[in-house]
């Protein structure tokens, strides 16, 4: 039996030569080629795939490859019945949900109204200080590159009706002994640690500084100008689209089971997450600004396929929405840059695989992963040498692993 993980995941795609037409300019794969090698992935067990689908573009832009294999459950729906997954089914897409944040977030740095090396205290209303370096700020820079000392605690997610400044202050409901901060030994800005609770944060200061819910900025200022019916936590989402909801799925019982979405609401409610053992937080009594669990900017996107890579198509063009530039192109450029390199002589953060190895994480930009091309074997060249150009991020909870990839240099 083979256990699948992000990295065994991504290699096997990569022998399955679903790569190819990337890393190879104008390569093109027959459609059903692709399903093809696509449903070679595809298996039921605990170490099972139920379902796949990719679109890769060239160094041109041309799409040169697409094809979906497999089912999905439907929502919803008291039987389970199943409906072939396709381009257009959402899901929730996991972490890639943290880059497509920060293009949000970076309109506001864009406009001159937050700088990335700002102390996150001053947006966010309360002074946030690792206790045991309390005269070391913790900055922008730092949430978006996960060098910013923070962890995520056991009361993972703060629920709505809490605040998230709980989980910071001594003797708050959600301090949980410190378990929100790194060792001491390791200050903000010295090691790299991927934490949630760092774009949570983010999501809070544009509720700050926008006088907007996270959700529906996201959809005034990202979504809506690239035509995009998508959104964090069903948010904005059309009920047309809700319908075609693919849940994450899990194998249980000798069969497959809802992990998340197995109950889409209908539009326009979202889904956040409600406190135990108390009465439930609507959506209306949400308090601005107190708490960016919320909505997800961590992990909860919702879109399909076809949504990724008309994002993709985004950040390879620089910035731009159609005729229009969401972001300036330096913005792009800044967020592909690395603030944190992997030091293997000196070990300076926890790659994903251990001390001393590259592992998933060689380098980390604005919430963007950037390949350093060691081997796959102890390293992130998942598909090859030329992957090692790709920028992006991974995505893997509640049954999805994504990976979505560009190169910012075409168009």
Same mark, same amino acid.
């Given at each position: 039996m083979h256990f699948w993980t992000r990295r065994s995941l991504m290699q096997a795609a990569g022998c399955a030569g679903l790569a190819g037409p990337v890393a190879k300019a104008g390569a093109v794969a027959a459609k059903g080629q692709v399903e093809l090698s696509l449903g070679g992935l595809l298996c039921d067990g605990p170490d099972g795939i139920v379902s796949a689908g990719l679109i890769l573009r060239d160094g041109q832009g041309v799409v040169t490859a697409a094809g979906v294999a497999g089912r999905r459950l439907r929502a919803n729906s008291a039987l389970p019945l199943w409906r072939p997954f396709d381009f257009d089914a959402p899901f929730r897409v996991a972490s890639v949900s943290k880059m497509v944040a920060t293009v949000g977030f970076m309109r506001l740095v864009d406009s001159g109204r937050v700088g990335l090396d700002d102390d996150i205290s001053i947006h966010l209303g309360f002074r946030l200080r690792h206790p045991r370096f309390p005269d070391h700020k913790i900055t922008v820079k730092q949430l978006l590159s996960h060098?910013?000392? !923070?962890?995520?605690?056991?009361?993972?997610?703060?629920?709505?009706?809490? *605040?998230?400044?709980? *989980?910071?202050?001594?003797?708050?409901?959600?301090?949980?002994? #410190? *378990?929100?901060?790194?060792?001491?030994?390791?200050?903000?800005?010295?090691?790299?640690?991927?934490?949630?609770?760092?774009?949570? !944060?983010?999501?809070?200061?544009?509720?700050?500084?926008?006088?907007?819910?996270?959700?529906?900025?996201?959809?005034?200022?990202?979504?809506?100008?690239? #035509?995009?019916?998508?959104?964090?936590?069903?948010?904005?989402?059309?009920? !047309?689209?809700?319908?075609? *909801?693919?849940?994450?799925? +899990?194998?249980?019982?000798?069969?497959?089971?809802?992990?998340?979405?197995?109950?889409?609401?209908?539009?326009?409610?979202s889904s956040i997450p409600q406190p135990k053992a108390e009465p439930p937080v609507g959506e209306a009594d949400l308090a601005l600004g107190a708490n960016g669990f919320l909505f997800?900017?961590?992990?909860?996107?919702? !879109?399909?396929?076809?949504?990724?890579?008309?994002?993709?198509?985004?950040? +390879?063009?620089?910035?731009?929405?159609?005729?229009?530039?969401?972001?300036?192109?330096?913005?792009?450029?800044?967020?592909?840059?690395?603030?944190?390199?992997?030091? +293997?002589?000196?070990?300076?953060?926890?790659?994903?695989?251990?001390?001393?190895v590259v592992g998933l994480f060689g380098a980390y930009g604005l919430a963007v992963e950037i390949p350093q091309g060691a081997a796959p074997g102890d390293g992130d060249a998942y598909f090859g040498a030329a992957s090692s150009q790709w920028r992006g991020h991974l995505g893997d909870a509640y049954g999805w692993m994504t990976t979505f990839r560009f190169i910012s240099d075409f168009g």
């Open positions: 060098t910013s000392s !923070l962890r995520n605690g056991p009361s993972y997610p703060v629920p709505a009706g809490h *605040a998230l400044e709980e *989980a910071f202050e001594i003797g708050g409901r959600h301090y949980d002994g #410190g *378990a929100w901060f790194g060792p001491p030994d390791r200050p903000p800005g010295s090691w790299f640690c991927y934490a949630d609770v760092n774009f949570c !944060l983010v999501a809070q200061i544009i509720e700050k500084i926008s006088g907007e819910r996270f959700d529906h900025y996201m959809t005034r200022n990202v979504f809506a100008p690239l #035509g995009l019916d998508i959104g964090y936590n069903w948010s904005g989402v059309s009920d !047309l689209k809700r319908r075609e *909801a693919a849940p994450g799925l +899990r194998w249980l019982n000798g069969g497959w089971t809802t992990q998340i979405d197995a109950l889409v609401p209908a539009a326009p409610a997800s900017p961590q992990g909860g996107l919702r !879109l399909s396929l076809r949504d990724m890579d008309r994002l993709a198509v985004f950040f +390879r063009s620089g910035g731009r929405a159609g005729d229009d530039r969401l972001v300036s192109a330096q913005t792009v450029d800044a967020m592909q840059t690395p603030v944190w390199t992997f030091d +293997r002589s000196h070990p300076n953060g926890d790659t994903g695989e251990g001390q001393g």
